[in-house]
């Protein structure tokens, strides 16, 4: 029999773990993105993403979705090297996406 005290501590236990879910899903920042871009993604795509050896990416939200532009960094199209995941982790992917899509 679970009494009324138990059941508050087992919900309180299930609100933690949700709360902790969330924290690990923390929102991709472009400001961290910047840097990989300039450090990698410039040399092909141009400093402000107009384009060179890389295609222009400017309003890519315009062409993309947003995942699509994640996979397409994700699982380049040759000539553009896989950077992922040996350079870029899960996290810095999200990041130079959130940036680009400023662009
Ligand atoms: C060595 C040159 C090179 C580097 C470095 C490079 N790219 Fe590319 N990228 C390309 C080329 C070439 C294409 C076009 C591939 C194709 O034919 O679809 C491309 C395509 C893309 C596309 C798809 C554009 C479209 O309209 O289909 C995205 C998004 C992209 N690159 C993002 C990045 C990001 C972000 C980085 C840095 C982490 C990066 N690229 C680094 C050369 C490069």
Redesign the pocket.
């Known amino acids: 029999m679970i009494t009324s005290k138990q059941h508050l501590l087992i919900r309180t236990l299930i609100l933690l773990s949700l709360a902790s879910l969330i924290s690990v899903a923390k929102a991709a920042d472009p400001a961290k993105g910047i840097v990989?871009?300039n450090n990698?993604?410039a040399?092909?795509?141009g400093a402000k993403g107009e384009g060179g050896?890389?295609?222009?990416?400017k309003n890519?939200l315009s062409?993309?979705q947003h995942n699509e532009?994640i996979e397409?960094?994700k699982n380049?199209?040759?000539?553009?090297?896989a950077?992922y995941p040996s350079f870029?982790n899960e996290e810095a992917?999200a990041d130079?996406?959130a940036f680009?899509e400023t662009l």
Do not use: S, Y
């Open positions: 990989t871009f990698i993604c040399a092909c795509h050896i890389g295609l222009p990416l890519i062409r993309f532009v397409k960094i380049p199209k040759p000539p553009m090297p950077l870029l992917v130079v996406a680009i």
